[in-house]
Structure formats: C-alpha cells, structure tokens
C-alpha cells in the first residue's frame, strides 16, 4: 500500500474509501491492528472530503466503513470511545442532506439495535427517531402498494415498535409500551384511519376549515388508494414512464407532497382552536385505553429482546405477565409447525390434527394459561369479552382456541369456553368499532351476497338454512350476480351482509386478496378498502383466507380481508384464518344467526352479539359428528 507519496488532501474521496477498504479486508485476513487503525484514518479523511457531485455516494460507504471498523476495534480493546464514534457516525448519516429516506430509516434501526445490544444512553433517543423515520418514509411512498414496499424493504424497520414496546416494559413504563405499540404497528391501516377523521365537530366550531381538511383528505385518499403502474417508484430505482417520458412516479410524489404541505398548514390552524389542541397527534394511553371500555384487552407483544404480555383495563394501569425465556423461540416454532404441516398436508389429514392439537396445547401453556390467572386475579368474571391484540408470529396463531383446559370434566374445554374472545389489529381499530352508531329499533336487512359456483355446491343449503333461520323480513336480498362494481354499491345500503363465496390470497400482493364473485369477478381487499359503509355493522365472511395473511406481508400491518371489511365500517366481523369445509358455511350460519337473534340479549345491538354467538356456534359445531378440530378453530371475531 504505498500511500506515503501522495498526499492524502490530493487522493479523491473514491480512491481514499476505497485504500481504506482494501486495507480492512487485509486486517481481516491477517489481523494486523496496524491496517486497522490505517484504515480508520483513511475513512475519516474521507469523510471530510465530500466532493460535489457524488451525490454523498462515496460519503455514504465511507461513513459505512468507518462505522464497520470502529466496531470491530471496539470489539478487539473495548474503548469506549469508540463505540460513541460509531453511534456518531450513524447519527451523522442520519441527519446527512443526501441520505434519501430508505437510508436513514435503516441506519437508524441500526442505531437502536447497536445501543441497546451496548446499553449506550442512546437507545430511547434512537429508538424514537427509528419510530420517526418508519412514519416519515411512507411520506415518500404515493400509494399503498409503494408504501408497503418500503416497509418490507427493511426487515428491521417491522420490528421497531415491538423492540421499543419491550424497552418500555424493561424500563417500567407499561403506559408508554401501549403507546408505542399502537403508533408503530397497522401503519398503513392508521394512515388510511387518519385520512378519514370525523370532522364532525370541527364542522361545529370551525366549517371553512372543516371543508378545505375533507377535501384534502378526500384527494390524499385518491391518491394512495390508486392502483400502482409498472415499477415500484424508488425501491429498486425503477420508474413507471407516461406518454412523451413523463416520469409518472415523480409527478404522484410532488401530488402528495403537495397535499401533505397544504394539510399540515390546515393541521397547524386547527390545533390552535380551543379544545382541539390534540386533532392528529398521536393518541396517549388515556385515549387508548377506551378501547377496554367492554373488556380487557390482550397484547402480546412478541419481540426477541424480550417478549411480554400486557393487560389494558379501561380504569387502570396496564398489567404485565411476564414470560418464559424460551417465550419468542417457542412461539416461532409454534407458528412455523402449524404453517409447514398445512403447506405439506390437507386440513382434514391426521397429520395436521395432530399438530394443531399439539399447538393449541402448548399455547395454552405459553399464553391461556397464565393469561387466564390474571384474569381471574383481576376479578374478571368467566364468560366475560376479552379482545386480542397480537403482535408478530402471534397473528398467526388462534389464540381463542387454546387448550384443552385441565379439568376433570369428561368434556374438554378450550380458552373460548371460559372467555369470549374478539380479535383487534390494533386499539384505535377496536375504539373506531365502538363509537356510538345511530341506534334504530329495527330488525337489520342482510344482504347475502352468494355467486353461483358449481365448486361450492353447499352455497345453496347456506342460503336455505339461512332463510330459514332469519325469514323473508330480515334476509330480503340475495345478490348472485355479484360483481366488485354492484356488490360495493349494494353493501351501502344494508347494515349485515353475508359472503359465501370463494376467498383467494396472491403471495406477495396483500392488496390482491379477494373474493371471488361472479364470472371470476374479484372483490379485491383494495376495492374493499375504496368502499365507504357508515351505515354498516355486521359482517359474516363464510369464504376461506379470510383473516389468514398473505405470504410476503408484514404480519404486523394486519392486511388481511377482515382487517379490510371492519376498516370500511363494520363493526364486527367474522372471518376464517384458513381454508373452510363446504359444509361448515352451511352449519354454521344456523347455528350463528339462531344465536344473534334470539330473545336471550333484548338490548344489545346485534352487531355486539356476534362474538358470542360465534362462540355458542362453534361450540355447537365442534360436538358434531366427525367435525375436526381445524373446522371450528377456524372461525375468529374482529371488532366490536
């Protein structure tokens, strides 16, 4: 390496990172400190030679490789000072003019990683700008499909809020963990939430300011919801060209901006209005907590650092169960046996009711059964509502399933014999499902939308038993020619609806989920999504898939067609984690909606009903005749 000859202020920025990284490469060959420390110089007067018209290219892997050989120098003599200049460095990327948003959420998630696996006094302040970056880089993403490509571009970035959530709970702040798990996760489904803030109020106090937010909104919402053209916008560098080479990608992004400048103007206006100091701010856990105003509910946050399980009550502190050591790895496994044996075996086959017995069992050890105690220690009643919020690996476990119980009842009982259990992507949704509704004394409409299909023989006897149960007063619509166009139009005008069709999942496209209607017409979750149902309140999805994710999707955004159905209005759903029999559509609408409608909750809206009534439904499901397990675990609540 001859370097002595050449001054290092004449040697350009690219020669000089580039000496520096052949001479690291020879340190980890021969593990001579002295090319280390030579490499460290280099990179430093690298650094210090920006050069215009780099773009920060050069800047960018030199501070990289600094950042690389300081740790490995900290790692050999354990100087402090080196560890801080590494955290520096990255800090220095971070807030470095070229960096483009990508970059900086990664180097920040990198941050958080390196100060909380060194306990520098930096982590809660990295971990805070991580969660910032998260949010900021959809800024930069127009639309849902571009925005969930950034998130799954970093891997780490999806783990952010959990890793925060669990220093919360290290640290004692259980408040503040509930907080963070409910600003960092469902980030694509809250943004979509944010687009459509009652304006109710406001129209009271101020209508100008009123109109112009509805019509921001209403235009912000256009535009993420438009179907994404050919190349992802920036996460592979590939643009999508117009006619004449217009850059399609760009002119969507300086619309946005735009629209996101003219709203945060608004923002601003509206949050200096007496009362409305908090419009648009991220909810405290005084406003969370609303949530658990019917019930407790469960998070599981599942996080390799450490994994917990908090309590949120309406009138109190969060409670904490702590968990076994072997909790996130046991939880893995759980879910990896449960997903492999469905990919290798059919549902109904020995192989897979002997691995779902297996995990519902050990489930039941990791999660119900302390859970249960907990409950019981806080005076919880049995037969008592209690909501999941699951995190992770958990959003593909049933949960409300767990057990067998130990007792000595020749019958065995299972989590949802002792509590009835509703799902939630997240607490915000679960409050959103229970505000107030116009409350009419009238018997709701169901809507039943129903395609002929000669592979679904038992629609038929689904729509009889179902005609049977409610009458012709209730169950006045059937829509069989159903289309994305007309079923959207039709669900405006009905409070119920019932699917009973095909459910099909695109791996790698959560946005392509749907159900198949007539003439191989798809209801997509993004057509779903566009739809508008204030009127709406309950919803049975008697297809396959229906809350199960798709392969390739961040658990943690929850982009499933339940999520989708109860973010366009209703309150509660029904939906299937897997593939379903025939026959159990069928079996299961009589045994549901003969629930729902009886005498025994006078009072109760009927949409509040529903977790129970799927309850007592699969209860009586599962004492049938050669009904495997698989059948009535299938079946999961969402909402209210």
């Not at 000072?81 to 220095?92: G, H, P």
């Not at 067609?561 to 109860?566: D, E, F, G, I, M």
């Amino acid at each position: 390496m001859q370097l002595a000859s050449t001054p290092r202020g004449l040697i350009p920025q690219a020669r000089l990172t580039n000496l520096a990284l052949d001479l690291f490469r020879a340190f980890q060959r021969n593990h001579r400190i002295s090319f280390l420390e030579e490499s460290i110089s280099l990179l430093r007067h690298a650094i210090k030679k920006e050069e215009v018209g780099t773009h920060g290219v050069f800047h960018r892997q030199a501070l990289q490789g600094l950042h690389v050989c300081l740790l490995r120098r900290w790692k050999l003599i354990r100087h402090r000072e080196d560890l801080d200049e590494a955290i520096l460095l990255l800090q220095t990327s971070i807030n470095h003019e070229s960096e483009n948003p990508p970059d900086k959420l990664e180097d920040a998630c990198a941050w958080a990683i390196l100060a909380r696996r060194t306990a520098h006094p930096s982590v809660s302040t990295a971990y805070k700008i991580a969660m910032s970056w998260m949010q900021r880089s959809l800024v930069f993403a127009p639309t849902l499909h571009t925005k969930h490509a950034h998130l799954t571009a970093i891997q780490q970035a999806n783990k952010m809020p959990l890793a925060y959530a669990s220093y919360r709970v290290e640290t004692g702040h259980l408040e503040q963990a509930v907080e963070t798990l409910g600003q960092g996760r469902a980030l694509l489904w809250s943004e979509m939430r944010g687009l459509r803030t009652s304006i109710d109020r406001l129209s009271v106090t101020n209508p100008t300011l009123a109109t112009k937010l509805a019509i921001i909104n209403r235009d912000l919402e256009t535009l993420t919801m438009s179907i994404p053209m050919e190349g992802n916008g920036g996460t592979d560098g590939s643009r999508a060209q117009g006619e004449g080479g217009v850059d399609m990608f760009g002119q969507l992004l300086k619309k946005q901006r735009t629209l996101l400048d003219e709203r945060d103007i608004l923002t601003s206006q509206i949050q200096a209005l007496p009362g409305f100091e908090n419009f648009f701010k991220t909810p405290s856990f005084d406003t969370l907590r609303a949530a658990a105003e019917r019930g407790p509910v469960i998070i599981v946050n599942h996080c390799e650092w450490r994994s917990d399980i908090l309590i949120v009550l309406h009138h109190s502190p969060p409670f904490l169960i702590t968990t076994r050591k072997d909790f996130y790895n046991r939880a893995n496994e759980l879910v990896d046996r449960l997903l492999d044996t469905r990919k290798k075996h059919r549902l109904e086959s020995l192989q897979y009711q002997h691995t779902l017995l297996s995990v519902l069992k050990e489930l039941y050890g990791l999660v119900g059964q302390p859970v249960i105690s907990k409950l019981r220690e806080l005076n919880i009643p049995e037969q008592s509502r209690v909501w999941w919020c699951p995190t992770s690996a958990f959003c593909s476990l049933p949960l409300h399933a767990m057990g067998p119980i130990p007792s000595q009842d020749k019958e065995k009982e299972y989590f949802s014999d002792v509590y009835i259990s509703s799902y939630t992507p997240t607490l915000s949704a679960l409050i959103k499902s229970c505000e107030p509704g116009v409350q009419t004394p009238d018997l709701p409409l169901l809507l039943v939308i129903a395609p002929p299909d000669k592979s679904l023989p038992g629609v038929t006897e689904e729509i009889g038993v179902i005609k049977q149960v409610l009458g012709s007063s209730i169950c006045n619509s059937i829509l069989e020619e159903a289309t994305s166009e007309n079923a959207a139009e039709t669900l405006r005008h009905h409070r119920f609806a019932h699917f009973a069709c095909h459910g099909v999942l695109e791996a790698g496209k959560p946005f392509d989920a749907s159900f198949m209607l007539q003439g191989h017409d798809r209801f997509t979750l993004l057509d779903i999504v566009r739809s508008q149902l204030p009127a709406a309140e309950f919803a049975l999805l008697s297809a396959c898939h229906i809350a199960e994710l798709t392969d390739g999707s961040i658990a943690d955004e929850a982009l499933h067609l339940t999520a989708a159905v109860q973010y366009c209005g209703f309150r509660s759903v029904v939906g299937t984690m897997w593939a379903m029999a025939d026959t159990d559509g069928r079996d299961l609408a009589g045994y549901f909606y003969k629930s729902m409608f009886s005498s025994e909750d006078q009072g109760v809206p009927y949409y509040e009903r529903s977790a129970k009534s799927l309850r007592d439904a699969t209860q009586k499901l599962r004492r049938g005749k050669r009904v495997g397990l698989e059948r009535w675990v299938n079946f999961v609540h969402y909402g209210a």
